[in-house]
């Protein structure tokens, strides 16, 4: 057989205690090409949870090698292990086999919080150890051997538990003894075929999103849509704003049902609950979340959204605030601008994220005192991007302001419907003229679909300059195109034309950006919500 080549792996299965007998007689080991062990105690906790309930927990590959004499560490547990011609290295399953050891195989006190774990009889859950621990906690380092098991259930007899709890020890003694891991067990002398396996078990795969996990584990029970991130997703993409990412659609879903929108949601719906309502709920407020963004925050689509991190922020206002004032509306979309102009920042923190959330609740103005007073204050001074890559937040935050313009073919002078324009051209922002140099600057592009003649030609000799249905003049405008800036491409002078268009760009964007930012006009919310009426003052 080639040295690179394989005998075909033998498939066994083994029992938790057959696993754990292996351990105890150190025939179970660790290459020295394994991580370290990377748990902690929700990862343990887990996986006694998906054994005493059945679930598959994955599988082993074993290889089948001579082992000397040694000291094996399995967590803090320490076997010294006599040499063996047929020892089973751990090349895939070593967090499973050092937490099944570490929790199972602990002698007396159990130095490793991860691994201190019992079965809370009562409620048939794994817990967390502490002290003192309560009498009808089974202490799980009792459970794989016999007799400390029954030593254990006699001083619970004794102590006059109820008998239903001895029989639930014995049942959760029964599953975890008897759950079975399937196993490949391998037989090679060559540890660097080994290695190349355990480096191609741990990069072929590539590891779920959260948005992918939560998709895994909750779907709505009625058949109605929205009933998952994804249905919900492709409800949201019919509104014509564009695909949502599932990461914000996750998150605006964790957003509605309050704390902290990056815990654990492996559990977020208790037994009773249907994740539908929450779907429908999400769907609602991103739907009010869009006429927004569209109507007073001037944000056409998606693509050109500087942050996608406030979609939860606002579905959470929108969810709790459906009928928002005009004045809270008005300065959410200072909020909104402000934070996506603020100097310096690339990109958005995780704990800007959550505190942002946290900062609404029921009190609509209050909410939005908080929001406003998260933006450090500025001196409404605005330096624009003028980069084409719609990849950075800032170049986004520029196209969104030139479709504020409400921008008009250079073909029949009509606006431009910007929701076919971002869903269906490619690309968003077509070149002008033929300039290298300026290939990825802004002076150089327009927001406009393509046509078959280049858009310079039609700066120069568009055929509404024939017609008197609309002023080309207007038309160029709304293009941040002066006369000046025209003439100077129709004297063939490239070169000029972008600097000075450039120029008239950068101070359109500004003016557009005061306008939404307003940092000169008070923030103050409506007078209803500063007036005191006299039974409140007097409660």
Not at 165 to 192: C, F, G, H, M, N
């Amino acid at each position: 057989m080639s040295a690179n080549m394989l005998r075909a792996p033998t498939a066994r299965t083994f029992s938790i205690a057959d696993l754990m007998e292996h351990v105890r007689l150190g025939r179970m080991r660790i290459p020295n090409f394994q991580r370290n062990y990377r748990w902690d105690v929700n990862n343990v906790l887990d996986l006694f949870d998906s054994v005493y309930r059945g679930y598959p927990i994955g599988s082993l590959l074993l290889w089948l090698k001579e082992a000397p004499h040694d000291v094996i560490a399995l967590g803090s547990l320490r076997i010294e292990a006599e040499a063996t011609p047929e020892a089973l290295w751990v090349v895939d399953g070593q967090q499973r086999i050092t937490s099944l050891a570490g929790v199972l195989m602990s002698v007396g006190e159990v130095p490793d919080p991860r691994f201190a774990l019992f079965f809370d009889l009562e409620r048939k859950r794994f817990v967390r150890g502490r002290k003192p621990a309560p009498g009808h906690w089974l202490p799980m380092n009792r459970l794989i051997d016999t007799r400390a098991l029954l030593r254990w259930l006699g001083e619970l007899q004794r102590s006059g538990a109820a008998d239903e709890l001895v029989t639930t020890a014995e049942d959760l003694s029964k599953r975890i003894r008897e759950y079975q891991l399937p196993a490949y067990v391998v037989e090679t002398a060559d540890e660097s075929t080994l290695r190349t396996i355990f480096d191609r078990l741990n990069t072929f795969g590539k590891a779920l999103t959260s948005a992918e996990v939560f998709q895994a584990l909750h779907g709505g029970r009625r058949g109605e849509a929205p009933e998952d991130l994804r249905t919900l997703g492709k409800q949201i993409a019919e509104l014509g704003f564009g695909a949502i990412d599932d990461n914000s659609l996750l998150r605006a879903v964790l957003a509605l049902r309050g704390g902290d929108i990056y815990r654990d949601f492996r559990s977020e719906f208790a037994d009773h609950e249907d994740p539908t309502d929450a779907f429908r709920d999400a769907a609602q407020a991103i739907e009010r979340v869009i006429a927004f963004l569209r109507s007073e925050a001037r944000i056409p689509h998606v693509t050109v959204l500087p942050y996608r991190y406030v979609i939860p922020v606002l579905a959470r206002f929108f969810h709790l605030h459906a009928q928002a004032t005009p004045r809270s509306r008005t300065l959410l979309r200072r909020w909104l601008w402000r934070d996506a102009l603020a100097p310096g920042r690339r990109s958005t923190p995780v704990s800007l994220f959550r505190s942002a959330v946290r900062a609404i609740d029921a009190d609509e103005h209050g909410s939005v005192q908080r929001l406003l007073g998260s933006v450090p204050r500025s001196s409404g001074s605005f330096e624009p991007s003028l980069s084409a890559r719609l990849n950075e937040a800032a170049s986004r935050a520029s196209v969104a302001l030139m479709g504020s313009w409400q921008p008009r073919s250079l073909v029949d002078g009509q606006r431009i419907d910007l929701r076919t324009h971002f869903e269906h051209t490619s690309p968003v922002l077509p070149p002008i003229v033929d300039a290298p140099d300026w290939k990825a600057s802004l002076a150089n592009r327009m927001l406009h679909p393509a046509t078959t003649s280049r858009l310079g030609t039609l700066l120069i000799d568009s055929p509404l300059k024939h017609e008197d249905a609309v002023s080309f003049d207007e038309v160029l405008e709304s293009h941040a195109v002066t006369q000046t800036v025209a003439a100077a491409l129709n004297e063939g002078n490239v070169d000029r034309f972008l600097e000075i268009r450039r120029l008239e760009l950068g101070k359109r964007l500004e003016s557009s950006a005061a306008r939404l930012t307003e940092w000169d006009t008070s923030d103050r919310p409506p007078l209803s919500a500063l007036v005191v009426n006299d039974e409140e003052s007097n409660a």
